[in-house]
């Protein structure tokens, strides 16, 4: 598809830096689009060729472009280039407002936002524009030169021909714009209106890419100062003062034109200016669409880049350490301390694995594992929570079980085995009764210092509406502490997890500690690792599966807590 | 008639230590407060004046005497009186009605009737719309319009409340004391409130304990005879508040 060419206009200051960023950023990247930055620099000269079409639009100041509107010029206002940003320079012994009387003050054109702010500030002072000062028009970038030569006292003009005026110790800047009138509107980019109708999306592809300039010059002025000084032909230092003196002199991050501010501009300069301009009606020129389109674009990419940062960080980067772990491992089993039949390579392993779910016995066995887990884990459960409850919340009877629970605890539930299988046998029982063993001391010392670690307010506040005994329990208790009850039933699955293979491992005909046991037997290790990896995987997803519960419950308000009332 | 509601006979509390010395934290003669006051205790931080609510309001048990409620001592809490802290207390896993709701559930009253007596005191702190919201969702002023609609649903006969605006800041503590001002005017229920913000007193109170401490004691008691607008720059306001920082020894 053949790319629309839009040619855009410009001054040499940093009122339109944007376009100098979105232009570096993005020129050589945009799909629909050839942009042309096209350099002026006379605002007189610039709205002459934009009048005749040889350009499609430019960054221009707000009150001219209202003017050329006037005059019949087809444009509209669909961005604006920047808020606030120009500064009043005065030779360095002027020190007031009030000084400026009787004295020659440079502006960059009769219909500019510079001429508007300056009046504000001369009548503030008590001044007459018209009458205790004389004005003259001089082109932006000849201003500091006609300071020096003392052709003029002050100046009133966009960044950074004030703090190049400070960085030669030209001039002062006696205020900046943004103290006349804090957030103004200045500079406006305006698109003939046949350009808009026949490049909708060029034109929409360059306001994007303009209003992710704003965003990048607002986040990294010295990265944007560097491009800033090509573009202008400035000192990176010069730029970099513009964008971050007093706070930054030139806003980029908000470039929503308001109909509003326009209608204020056009009515100062006709009732307070006196000049001569037809009115226009502002709602019809001012176009806020493609903006608008622009942020939203700009907040789902910030989403977007922020998901990516997020999903480097969380799957991409563990990985890597999956996949270096395999490396060594492939290495160290190639070039290794242990016979290839001891220590077989992740391949083989990977081909173990593969052998496994083909002949399928293995799935049997990780299903016997698995309900051994869940079936113990689940009694367990149901004995120790409410235990847990009874012992945290009543401190005689804690005291009285605790030596006893800390005593038993310490028994691994490994020496359990013997006894497990002379009483309930062979089969599932005695793995689930290990199991049970091994799960009811932690939920149990989870549940009783959740319940300890209750805000005694809470208690105190149930107590007073009349809440006792069952009702204390079920309603207020276990709800509020039940997120950290949770949090305990999570580790235990892990645990249960890890002493299910042992338990097998002695006495089952069956299960994934069997399978490894059995291995053992045929001396296949790549079969005994591949059982290993399927049983680290498994324990990675019960507990990421238990993680995500515990997230949830806690996240929607402790509402899993409220069904549980 | 003016109806005696709460007495406290000679009560007194030591925190002993096992020493014969026992440090009292709170020895008191006689006091009674009326039905249907505003009667505020204030005090210096440490003087003992939430021992004695909590000992008013059944949490803690007095040493030595007692405190009766409508003629019968006190021994434990009860719904009768109801008792609201600095921190709101609430239930985060309930939203905002289940919260107000929580002590008429307890009470047995039917799940449609304690709904319409929620929404009634959530419409009374100005809450409404806020029903659905769990409180973690609140600001602090709006936590504590739950904790109070949650006491008044339960149509006690008196509201303890202790220190329950000092965790807020000023406007919204400001905001609040108008609220419990109105709140109390409408539902014509006593109030022991528990202070040590001398203007928070003047600007609410009936009556004004002055407790000082060690033991904490009440020597006097101030009848702010105020009229139901009180202006904190006022004359009388200013006359009340030099007598109180008087009698607490503080300079003004």
């Given at each position: 598809?053949?790319k629309?060419?839009?040619?855009?206009?410009?001054?040499?200051?940093?009122d339109?830096?944007?376009?100098?960023?979105?232009?570096?950023?993005?020129?050589?990247?945009f799909?629909?689009?050839?942009?042309?930055?096209?350099?002026?620099?006379s605002?007189?000269?610039?709205?002459?060729t934009?009048?005749?079409?040889?350009?499609?639009?430019?960054?221009?100041?707000?009150?001219?472009?209202?003017?050329?509107?006037?005059?019949?010029?087809?444009?509209?206002?669909?961005?604006?280039?920047?808020?606030?940003?120009?500064?009043?320079?005065?030779?360095?012994?002027?020190?007031?407002?009030?000084?400026?009387?009787?004295?020659?003050?440079?502006?960059?054109?009769?219909?500019?936002?510079?001429?508007?702010?300056?009046?504000?500030?001369?009548?503030?002072?008590?001044?007459?524009?018209?009458?205790?000062?004389?004005?003259?028009?001089?082109?932006?970038?000849?201003?500091?030169?006609?300071?020096?030569?003392?052709?003029?006292?002050?100046?009133?003009?966009?960044?950074?021909?004030?703090?190049?005026?400070?960085?030669?110790?030209?001039?002062?800047?006696?205020?900046?714009?943004?103290?006349?009138?804090?957030?103004?509107?200045?500079?406006?980019l305006?698109?003939?209106?046949?350009?808009?109708?026949?490049?909708?999306?060029?034109?929409?592809?360059?306001?994007?890419?303009?209003?992710?300039?704003?965003?990048?010059?607002?986040?990294?002025?010295?990265?944007?100062?560097?491009?800033?000084?090509?573009?202008?032909?400035?000192?990176?230092?010069?730029?970099?003062?513009?964008?971050?003196?007093?706070g930054?002199?030139?806003?980029?991050?908000?470039?929503?034109?308001?109909?509003?501010?326009?209608?204020?501009?056009?009515?100062?300069?006709?009732?307070?200016?006196?000049?001569?301009?037809?009115?226009?009606?502002?709602?019809?020129?001012?176009?806020?669409?493609?903006?608008?389109?622009?942020?939203?674009?700009?907040?789902?990419?910030?989403?977007?880049?922020?998901?990516?940062?997020?999903?480097?960080?969380?799957?991409?980067?563990?990985?890597?350490?999956?996949?270096?772990?395999?490396?060594?491992?492939?290495?160290f089993?190639?070039?290794?301390?242990?016979?290839?039949?001891?220590?077989?390579?992740?391949?083989?392993?990977?081909?173990?694995?593969?052998?496994?779910?083909?002949?399928?016995?293995?799935?049997?066995?990780?299903?016997?594992?698995?309900?051994?887990?869940?079936?113990?884990?689940?009694?367990?459960?149901?004995?120790?929570?409410?235990?847990g409850?009874?012992?945290?919340?009543?401190?005689?009877?804690?005291?009285?079980?605790?030596?006893?629970?800390?005593?038993?605890?310490?028994?691994?539930?490994?020496?359990?085995?013997?006894?497990?299988?002379?009483?309930?046998?062979?089969?599932d029982?005695?793995?689930?009764?290990?199991?049970?063993?091994?799960?009811?001391?932690?939920?149990?010392?989870?549940?009783?210092?959740?319940?300890?670690?209750?805000?005694?307010?809470?208690?105190?506040?149930?107590?007073?509406?009349?809440?006792?005994?069952?009702?204390?329990?079920?309603?207020?208790?276990?709800?509020?502490?039940?997120?950290?009850?949770?949090?305990?039933?999570?580790?235990?699955?892990?645990?249960?997890?890890?002493?299910?293979?042992?338990?097998?491992?002695?006495?089952?005909?069956?299960?994934?500690?069997?399978?490894?046991?059995?291995?053992?037997?045929?001396?296949?290790?790549?079969?005994?690792?591949?059982?290993?990896?399927?049983?680290?995987?498994?324990?990675?997803?019960?507990?990421?599966?238990?993680?995500?519960?515990?997230?949830?419950?806690?996240?929607?308000?402790?509402?899993?807590?409220?069904?549980?009332? | 008639?003016?109806k005696?509601?709460?007495?406290?006979?000679?009560?007194?509390?030591?925190?002993?230590?096992?020493?014969?010395?026992?440090?009292?934290?709170?020895?008191?003669?006689?006091?009674?407060?009326?039905?249907?006051?505003?009667?505020?205790?204030?005090?210096?931080?440490?003087?003992?004046?939430?021992?004695?609510?909590?000992?008013?309001?059944?949490?803690?048990?007095?040493?030595?005497g007692?405190?009766?409620?409508?003629?019968?001592?006190?021994?434990?809490?009860?719904?009768?009186?109801?008792?609201?802290?600095?921190?709101?207390?609430?239930?985060?896993?309930?939203?905002?009605?289940?919260?107000?709701?929580?002590?008429?559930?307890?009470?047995?009253?039917?799940?449609?009737?304690?709904?319409?007596?929620?929404?009634?005191?959530?419409?009374?702190?100005?809450?409404?719309?806020?029903?659905?919201?769990?409180?973690?969702?609140?600001?602090?002023?709006m936590?504590q319009?739950?904790?109070?609609?949650?006491?008044?649903?339960?149509?006690?006969?008196?509201?303890?409340?202790?220190?329950?605006f000092?965790?807020?800041?000023?406007?919204t503590r400001?905001?609040?004391?108008?609220?419990?001002?109105?709140?109390?005017?409408?539902?014509?229920?006593?109030?022991?409130?528990?202070?040590?913000?001398?203007d928070?007193?003047?600007?609410?109170?009936?009556?004004?304990?002055?407790?000082?401490?060690?033991?904490?004691?009440?020597?006097?008691?101030?009848?702010?005879?105020?009229?139901?607008?009180?202006?904190?720059?006022?004359?009388?306001?200013?006359?009340?508040?030099?007598?109180?920082?008087?009698?607490?020894?503080?300079?003004?």
């Amino acid at each position: 598809m053949q790319k629309s060419l839009l040619k855009i206009g410009f001054m040499p200051i940093t009122d339109h830096l944007v376009l100098g960023v979105s232009c570096e950023h993005d020129c050589r990247k945009f799909k629909n689009v050839d942009l042309q930055p096209v350099q002026f620099h006379s605002w007189q000269i610039l709205s002459d060729t934009l009048t005749t079409g040889e350009i499609d639009g430019a960054f221009i100041l707000a009150p001219l472009a209202i003017q050329l509107n006037a005059s019949g010029v087809k444009i509209k206002l669909i961005c604006l280039g920047h808020r606030e940003g120009s500064v009043l320079v005065v030779r360095p012994d002027i020190n007031k407002v009030a000084e400026l009387k009787g004295k020659i003050i440079a502006i960059p054109h009769t219909y500019s936002t510079q001429a508007l702010l300056l009046y504000t500030l001369l009548t503030d002072a008590g001044l007459d524009y018209k009458k205790d000062i004389q004005i003259i028009e001089i082109d932006p970038s000849d201003m500091l030169d006609a300071l020096k030569k003392g052709n003029i006292d002050s100046y009133i003009v966009a960044e950074p021909f004030g703090s190049q005026a400070e960085e030669e110790f030209v001039g002062k800047v006696l205020t900046t714009t943004q103290l006349i009138k804090k957030h103004h509107t200045c500079c406006v980019l305006v698109m003939r209106e046949e350009v808009l109708d026949q490049h909708h999306d060029a034109v929409q592809e360059v306001i994007n890419s303009i209003v992710e300039a704003g965003e990048f010059i607002y986040k990294h002025p010295k990265h944007a100062s560097r491009i800033g000084a090509q573009f202008l032909d400035q000192k990176p230092a010069t730029v970099l003062r513009a964008l971050t003196a007093q706070g930054g002199r030139v806003i980029s991050w908000d470039l929503l034109p308001l109909v509003d501010e326009f209608t204020e501009i056009q009515n100062d300069v006709v009732d307070k200016m006196k000049l001569p301009l037809q009115k226009i009606q502002i709602s019809n020129f001012v176009m806020t669409k493609y903006v608008e389109h622009a942020y939203a674009n700009l907040v789902a990419l910030i989403g977007k880049k922020e998901k990516k940062k997020q999903a480097i960080e969380k799957i991409v980067f563990p990985i890597i350490i999956f996949l270096l772990f395999f490396v060594g491992w492939q290495l160290f089993s190639t070039f290794g301390l242990f016979d290839r039949s001891l220590l077989p390579s992740p391949i083989d392993v990977a081909k173990a694995i593969k052998e496994l779910f083909i002949e399928g016995h293995i799935v049997v066995d990780i299903l016997a594992s698995l309900w051994r887990v869940f079936a113990g884990f689940v009694l367990a459960t149901l004995f120790a929570v409410p235990v847990g409850l009874l012992l945290g919340s009543r401190k005689k009877i804690e005291y009285a079980f605790e030596p006893f629970i800390q005593t038993v605890r310490t028994i691994s539930p490994i020496a359990w085995i013997p006894v497990a299988i002379l009483w309930f046998g062979i089969g599932d029982q005695p793995a689930i009764f290990i199991i049970f063993i091994t799960s009811i001391f932690p939920i149990l010392i989870a549940t009783m210092n959740a319940v300890k670690n209750i805000d005694p307010l809470i208690i105190k506040s149930a107590v007073n509406f009349g809440a006792r005994g069952f009702n204390l329990m079920s309603k207020v208790i276990l709800p509020a502490a039940f997120p950290y009850i949770v949090t305990g039933l999570r580790v235990t699955l892990g645990i249960a997890w890890v002493i299910v293979v042992a338990a097998e491992m002695v006495g089952m005909q069956s299960g994934l500690g069997f399978m490894i046991l059995d291995a053992r037997n045929f001396l296949r290790t790549d079969l005994i690792i591949a059982g290993m990896v399927i049983i680290g995987c498994i324990g990675f997803i019960l507990d990421r599966f238990m993680t995500l519960l515990e997230k949830k419950i806690q996240k929607n308000r402790l509402s899993g807590a409220r069904y549980l009332e | 008639m003016k109806k005696e509601q709460i007495f406290i006979k000679n009560v007194n509390k030591c925190f002993s230590s096992g020493e014969p010395d026992e440090l009292y934290a709170l020895d008191l003669t006689n006091l009674s407060i009326i039905k249907g006051e505003f009667f505020c205790i204030l005090g210096l931080s440490g003087c003992g004046k939430t021992t004695l609510l909590n000992i008013m309001a059944g949490f803690e048990r007095p040493t030595n005497g007692k405190v009766l409620i409508e003629g019968k001592e006190v021994l434990g809490p009860n719904h009768k009186y109801v008792t609201i802290f600095q921190e709101s207390g609430l239930f985060s896993w309930r939203t905002v009605l289940d919260n107000v709701r929580f002590g008429l559930e307890i009470d047995g009253i039917e799940h449609e009737r304690s709904i319409e007596i929620a929404m009634k005191y959530i419409r009374l702190v100005g809450l409404e719309g806020f029903e659905t919201k769990y409180s973690n969702e609140l600001s602090g002023g709006m936590k504590q319009r739950v904790a109070l609609a949650r006491a008044l649903a339960v149509d006690p006969e008196i509201i303890f409340m202790d220190e329950p605006f000092s965790a807020l800041d000023t406007l919204t503590r400001i905001n609040m004391q108008e609220e419990v001002k109105r709140i109390w005017k409408e539902t014509g229920k006593t109030i022991i409130f528990v202070t040590h913000d001398i203007d928070e007193a003047i600007y609410l109170g009936d009556k004004i304990a002055v407790m000082t401490p060690r033991p904490g004691k009440i020597n006097t008691i101030f009848n702010v005879i105020l009229g139901e607008t009180r202006n904190k720059l006022d004359k009388e306001f200013l006359e009340i508040k030099k007598q109180i920082y008087k009698e607490l020894g503080l300079s003004l």
